[in-house]
């Protein structure tokens, strides 16, 4: 069993840059997968960021355009996403995800968080 919570968003303006965490607790964590999801109003979840529960493998989703950084410490059971240059069109609510499997959809990921809001003004 695994139980994340999300921390770190808030509201900031265009350029800007947040560093979203994600705290897990469970003693098997190490060994999962993590992703950061979003979600805007009317749109479906998709998928910003994926780590490998080792560390040494990162997945970005096209529109990130190397403004991301993915990021975990198993000892601290943690996972981060750091956001720069933040746009508008940014604005969603980011989850993170944890499962064994490195997925790149939501279905594919067994445990979530409540979700943080992130909200971009331009």
């Known amino acids: 069993q695994v139980q994340l919570v999300e921390s770190g968003g808030g509201l900031v303006q265009a350029g800007d840059s947040l560093r979203l965490s994600c705290a897990a607790s469970?003693?098997?964590?190490?060994?999962?997968?993590v992703g950061w999801f979003r979600q805007a109003p009317g749109k479906e979840r998709e998928l910003v960021a994926a780590?490998?529960?080792?560390?040494?493998?990162?997945y970005y989703a096209d529109f990130v355009e190397g403004r991301f950084a993915i990021s975990r410490d198993n000892a601290k059971k943690m996972v981060y996403l750091r956001m720069n240059s933040l746009k508008p069109e940014d604005t969603a609510v980011y989850y993170c995800?944890?499962?064994?499997?490195?997925?790149?959809?939501?279905?594919?990921?067994?445990?979530w968080g409540q979700g943080t809001q992130v909200t971009v003004s331009s």
């Open positions: 995800a944890a499962d064994t499997v490195y997925g790149r959809k939501p279905h594919e990921y067994h445990y």
């Open positions: 469970g003693r098997t964590f190490p060994w999962y997968c």
């Open positions: 780590i490998k529960w080792t560390g040494n493998s990162t």
